[in-house]
């Protein structure tokens, strides 16, 4: 298929580039609006039941949980006359706001306690702006500019959920364009010393920008069928623009390789295609099926990042083998244009003085880095994996003690308005009206019921009231009747009863709701007081529903513990099922499984000592919360292992392609590695550099990815590829590539074969993928017979390279 492919491109290679340049162009044309389709917030989970009570009181009763807080300061006093008639406009013009409901003031709620601060200057305004997080956010951007700042003699600051949900998406949208200005330039100079060529190094990010246009206006399009969080963005340009590099990189670096020994452009071409791109393909699949496993998680935020995941890995791959193939052809040896050095030239022109380019470049292989180094290890194997193990276990150790949470204000930036008004609150404001409960019927018991289970519930410990249509309840007691509490607007400006927290029944067996205030301490009690009131007998063993944010907060925490099972097992299964379509081997796909794994351990114990231990607040600029959230370590723990397999796959691949040229498991590892290192090791620091560009975020999650990220990626491309992978293959010897008989039926029938040159059939009776005849003796990489040993080989070897 892609050696068809290449004479498909060869023969229309300005036709693709007008036809992607157009492409990119109307895919930037539709992204260019690809925010107004997506969802603020994503970290909630709609099916759990604080979800199901949130939609009981919506749809039955009118009722939505306020959102909007109204932080007045009042010099002089909140309860002076002038400050009482400006409190009085200020909720009356809030309350006359289209989209604006249940608007309770300090001042028309008969002066209600839990409104007024300690310091007697400072007073709330409550109210609900109504619709999803998004429409919320819309509508509030529209109320900032009318009721921000001063207010005849009040100064009035906007805060509560809607706003820190807003102000989370506006700094997610900043930070993706922010990190792909930072990121293109830091990513060009590493290229550029990476090739050596400038024309070489701007063609990865030709393609990256070909890919982000296009993958921006795909997700465009699908936000107009489903809901996608606005984080999908982020994964589409830091992603898109990564793998990007990456690929392109193995690519234009084995186009180069094959015109150094002596292939014209059009064979170079096909052989890029039928190899490099190859294994990019393989590449792609392995991310897509990485991140789709996001989507069993039923928040939006993960399932949005697994569509975008999966979309922009596949879309990369489409891009890498159709356009930049396009544009080598187009090329051709001016790729080595703009060079800064004659390195390379020099060594093609010694080979060329020997006689053989492909002789130049086997010494080259027996004296570089990588093939040292692997001879270094496989020599000691043993002590370089208990060393290697005991390193990567010692930086997972602080992951024993990880404590899950969700995002809260001070995952913002302490200039956030957001975040400065809800530290004001719980500062000068002794009340947990903000996180009071709401416990929902479905069917309402009758009044003396519920009044006995308002009651009940406000015996509870941390619960400073339950209120209730039948009353307000303090430990046991009712301490006002129905109705007393205070006076409420709404819509238009009238007044209505009710109680600042809410709390109402209907009629027997309608819906209904109680209110659970709990004492203003926050935190791990409030989640607690949520298993509580859901342990509490209900009455006549009617369903109650427990919601609010609490709830709403510790049902996302267990639904990403609920299917975590599902989606690891998912992840085992088919990564092994293609690791071995690759390989040709039962073992492999284990051993790099683990080594992934075990590097993934570290990056998170890093983690923890980094963001829930606080360690890197100073140096970071964040607010250490004492956990991590709880969306992070599973977003991480999938990214980063779909690009750890990435680099698995373009190490495995190369070694698979010299084992079958050689038949020497050693010498496959060390040539493999020579020939793949650099390049791997270069796509790693040009990928972390792209993720590193998270580090500029306000937003304390994204700068969590940002350190975990490139930690990664990194470990991976150097302890794991360099050391560990090396000195477990080693062990291992030819035993690593056992195959029962049965399983190499499957591979050969299904499997991916490597030819090193499409232009050349394979002796007959070779093995497919192999380029020996059925009566030709194995040999290995410097001509040697396979019976001689691999120490012997070692020795020769390492001798040529001294």
């Known amino acids: 298929m892609l050696a068809k492919l290449s004479q498909f491109l060869l023969g229309r290679r300005r036709a693709v580039l007008l036809l992607a340049v157009l492409l990119a162009l109307a895919g930037g044309a539709a992204g260019s609006g690809v925010f107004d389709r997506m969802k603020a917030g994503g970290f ?26 109204l932080l007045v300061h009042a ?33 028309d709620s008969g002066r209600a306690p839990q409104l007024r601060g300690a310091d007697g200057e400072l007073a709330l305004v409550l109210a609900t702006v109504q619709g999803d997080e998004t429409e919320a956010g819309k509508r509030l951007a529209e109320l900032e500019p009318e009721y921000q700042g001063e207010h005849a003699g009040l100064r009035v600051e906007l805060g509560g959920t809607a706003v820190v949900t807003k ?76 793998l990007s590099v990456d690929y392109s990189l193995l690519m234009v670096n084995r186009y180069r390789e094959e015109l150094r020994a002596g292939r014209d452009g059009a064979t170079a071409i096909r052989t890029t295609l039928v190899t490099a791109g190859r294994t990019v393909l393989f590449s792609a699949v392995t991310v897509a099926v990485s991140l789709a496993c996001l989507a069993w998680f039923p928040l939006l935020a993960l399932r949005s990042i697994a569509y975008a995941g999966v979309l922009v890995s596949l879309l ?65 194997p043993v002590p370089v994996a208990t060393v290697g193990v005991l390193v990567l276990l010692l930086f997972g150790a602080p992951f024993l003690g990880l404590r899950t949470g969700t995002a809260d204000e001070r995952a913002l930036p302490e200039s956030s308005t957001g975040r ?93 709701y109680l209110s659970v205030v709990p004492d203003p301490v926050g935190g791990p009690a409030v989640e607690d007081l949520v298993d509580t009131v859901r342990a509490a007998p209900t009455p006549d063993g009617t369903e109650a529903l427990v919601g609010g944010r609490a709830a709403v907060n510790l049902d996302g925490i267990a639904a990403i513990g609920d299917r975590l099972p599902a989606a690891a097992i998912t992840l085992v299964v088919t990564m092994v099922v293609l690791l071995f379509l690759l390989t040709g081997s039962v073992l492999l796909p284990f051993l790099a499984m683990l080594l992934s794994a075990l590097g993934l351990t570290a990056t998170l114990g890093a983690l923890v000592w980094g963001f829930q231990d606080g360690h ?128 190499a039926r499957v591979h050969r029938r299904y499997g991916l074969h490597e030819v090193a040159d499409p232009g050349t059939p394979s002796p007959a009776g070779a093995p497919e993928g192999s380029t020996r005849g059925a009566d030709q003796p194995m040999t290995v990489g410097y001509g040697e017979r396979d019976s001689e040993p691999d120490e012997e080989r070692e020795r020769r070897s390492t001798g040529r390279s001294r």
């Open 75 to 107: 010099p002089g006093g909140v309860d002076t006359e002038r400050a009482t008639a400006a409190g009085h406009d200020l909720g009356r013009r809030l309350a006359a706001e289209h989209g604006v409901a249940d608007v309770a003031s300090y001042w």
């Open 420 to 512: 400065q008004v809800a530290e004001t609150l719980r500062e000068h404001f002794d009340s947990g009206e903000s996180q009071a409960l709401q416990v929902v019927f479905e069917h309402a018991p009758d009044p003396t019921a519920t009044s006995g289970y308002a009651a009940g519930l406000s015996r509870l410990d941390d619960v400073a009231r339950v209120d209730a249509a039948t009353g307000s309840y303090v430990d046991g007691a009712r301490v006002a009747p129905p109705g007393a509490a205070h006076e409420r607007f709404v819509e238009g400006g009238s007044l209505a009863s009710g109680s600042v927290a809410g709390g109402g029944t209907a009629a027997e067996g309608a819906a209904g």
């Open 316 to 380: 990369t791959a489409l891009t890498t083998l159709l356009v930049l193939p396009a544009l080598l052809a187009v090329l051709g040896p001016r790729v080595e244009r703009g060079r800064l050095g004659r390195r390379r030239k020099a060594a093609a022109t010694a080979g060329s003085a020997d006689g053989s380019a492909d002789a130049a470049a086997e010494r080259d292989v027996a004296q570089g880095f990588w093939h040292r180094l692997a001879w270094f290890v496989m020599r000691r």
């Open 44 to 69: 909630d989970d709609p099916g759990a039941e604080s979800g199901r009570a949130a939609d009981v009181l919506a749809e039955e009763l009118g009722y939505q949980e306020a959102n909007l807080v």
């Open 616 to 743: 890197l607040a100073g140096v970071l600029d964040f607010t250490s919360t004492g956990d991590v959230v709880g969306t992070v370590p599973v977003l991480l723990f999938t990214v980063a292992f779909g690009l750890g397999m990435d680099y698995q796959v373009f190490l495995l691949s190369r070694i698979r392609e010299e084992y079958e040229r050689t038949g020497s498991p050693t010498d496959a590892v060390a040539v493999g590695l020579e020939r793949i290192g650099r390049i791997v090791t270069a796509a790693a620091a040009v990928l972390s550099v792209v993720f590193l560009g998270f580090l500029v975020s306000g937003i304390t999650f994204m700068k969590a990815m940002g350190v975990g990220l490139p930690l990664a990626v990194l470990m991976d491309a150097t302890l794991i590829r360099g050391a560990l992978l090396p000195a477990t293959m080693r062990l291992g010897g030819r035993a690593i590539w056992w195959l029962p008989p049965r399983l």
């Open 167 to 242: 102000e989370l998406g506006e700094l997610s949208e900043q930070d993706a364009v922010r990190g792909e200005m930072i990121a293109f330039p830091i990513m060009l100079v590493v290229l550029v010393l990476v090739f050596g060529s400038l024309v070489a190094a701007a063609l990865p990010l030709t393609v990256g920008a070909v890919t982000i246009l296009l993958s921006l206006g795909l997700l465009w399009a699908l936000g107009g069928v489903t809901d996608l969080s606005v984080f999908a963005v982020n994964v589409v340009t830091l992603l898109g623009l990564g």
